[in-house]
C-alpha cells in the first residue's frame, strides 16, 4: 500500500481500538513529524488519557509491504500500552534514586507486561499477533544479543518476558548462556504475573541488588589473596546461600507479593516500591549513554521498539529529510480524535 494509505490505516486502526477502551482517551493526537518516534501522555485521576503518538515522517507516495504496516500498528499499540498501564510516578522515582541500568531493567520487564496487559483487555483483538511480529522483525533485522554482556540484560528480559507471553520468538532462549542466569530466571518468573508497575519496580531492584552482589562476589574471587579456608567459607556460604536464597525469596517474596502486589492496591505503599516509566517525551528522555549509579555504562540495546521503527520508516520507506516536520504529499500533520 502507499505511505498515505498506510497513514489512514493507522488512523482508522487507532480509531477503532479508541472505540473498544469504552472511551477511555480524552484525545489521541498522531503527529508525522519527521524527526522521532514515541509516545507523550498524561493521565488523569479518573483514568481517562490524553495521548500524542509520535511517527518518523514517510513519503506517503512510496510503497510501504504489509509487513512494515503491522510493525507500525504494533508499535503504536504497544506505547498505548503504557499510556494505559504503566504509571510513571514509580519508576521515575526509581530512575533518579538508582540510574539508567535499573530504568532499563524496568523496562525490560515492564514491556512484557503491558503487552500481556493490552492481550487481555481485549482493546485490540489482534494485538497478540502485532506484538509478536514486531518484536520478531527487530530480532530479525538486528539479531539476538550476547548473553554474557551485563549491559544487553534488560534487551533479554524484554524478550524472554514475551516468550513468556506466549509469543513464538524465533531465536533461541539464551538466558542458559548468562552468568546471571538463575537472578534472571527468577525476576522474569515474578514479573511474569506483577499486577503493575509498582511491583515490578520491587522486581527489579531486587534484581539489580543481586546482579550487585554477584559481581562483588566475583570480584573476591579473582583477587587471587583467598586461602584454602577461605575458600571452603566461600563454598559454604554460597551453597547455604543458594538454599537459604532459594527459601527466603520464596517466602519473602510471596509475603512481599501478598502485601504489596495484590491487585495493585496500596503499591505505592512499600517504600523500595518507588521506580516507574520515565517520561515518554522522546525529547525528556536521559542519555543512554551517560553512566547511572553502580558505575554502569549502558550501551545494550534499546529495548523499546522506537529506533527500529525509526530506521525502518526514514530509512527504508521515505526519502524526507530528518530536519522536514512536515509529510511529502497531503496534510494535516496531526489527526486528532477527540471523544470528549
Not at 515522517?57 to 509487513?67: G, K, L, N, W
Amino acid at each position: 500500500m502507499l505511505g498515505i494509505h498506510a497513514k489512514r490505516g493507522i488512523a482508522t486502526t487507532l480509531e477503532r481500538v479508541f472505540k473498544n477502551t469504552g472511551n477511555k482517551f480524552n484525545n489521541l493526537d498522531i503527529l508525522w513529524t519527521g524527526k522521532t518516534a514515541g509516545i507523550i501522555f498524561n493521565k488523569f485521576s479518573d483514568g481517562v488519557v490524553d495521548a500524542k503518538l509520535i511517527f518518523p515522517a514517510i513519503d506517503e507516495t512510496v510503497e510501504i509491504p504489509a509487513s512494515r504496516f503491522n510493525n507500525m500498528i504494533g508499535y503504536a499499540l504497544h506505547e498505548l500500552g503504557h499510556a494505559w498501564f504503566t504509571d510513571n510516578k514509580p519508576w521515575d522515582t526509581a530512575r533518579d534514586t538508582h540510574g539508567q541500568f535499573v530504568s532499563a531493567l524496568i523496562n525490560g520487564l515492564e514491556d512484557p507486561r503491558i503487552e500481556r496487559a493490552v492481550i487481555e483487555s481485549g482493546f485490540a483483538p489482534n494485538s497478540r499477533a502485532l506484538f509478536e511480529e514486531l518484536i520478531n522483525a527487530i530480532l530479525k533485522k538486528d539479531g539476538y544479543v550476547d548473553a554474557t554482556e551485563k549491559c544487553q540484560i534488560p534487551f533479554i528480559l524484554a524478550v524472554e518476558g514475551r516468550r513468556l507471553n506466549g509469543y513464538n520468538i524465533n531465536v533461541p532462549n539464551i538466558i542458559s548462556q548468562s552468568p546471571y542466569a538463575k537472578h534472571l530466571a527468577w525476576a522474569l518468573k515474578r514479573a511474569h504475573t506483577a499486577k503493575d508497575t509498582s511491583a515490578i519496580v520491587r522486581i527489579a531492584l531486587e534484581l539489580f541488588k543481586r546482579l550487585l552482589e554477584q559481581d562483588k562476589q566475583s570480584e573476591g574471587e579473582d583477587d587471587g589473596d583467598g586461602k584454602e579456608g577461605k575458600e571452603r567459607g566461600k563454598q559454604g556460604t554460597q551453597q547455604g546461600n543458594e538454599q537459604g536464597n532459594e527459601q527466603g525469596d520464596e517466602q519473602g517474596t510471596e509475603q512481599g507479593n501478598e502485601q504489596g502486589d495484590g491487585d495493585g492496591e496500596d503499591s505505592d505503599q512499600d517504600g523500595n516500591g518507588q521506580g516507574g516509566q520515565p517520561s515518554d517525551d522522546p525529547n525528556d528522555k536521559p542519555s543512554r549513554q551517560g553512566k547511572g549509579k553502580g558505575n554502569y555504562d549502558d550501551k545494550g540495546r534499546d529495548v523499546e521498539p522506537t529506533s527500529f521503527i525509526e530506521d525502518e520508516l526514514q530509512n527504508k520507506s521515505s526519502t524526507v529529510d530528518a530536519d522536514d516536520a512536515r509529510p511529502v504529499v497531503l496534510k494535516p500533520v496531526i489527526q486528532t480524535f477527540d471523544w470528549r
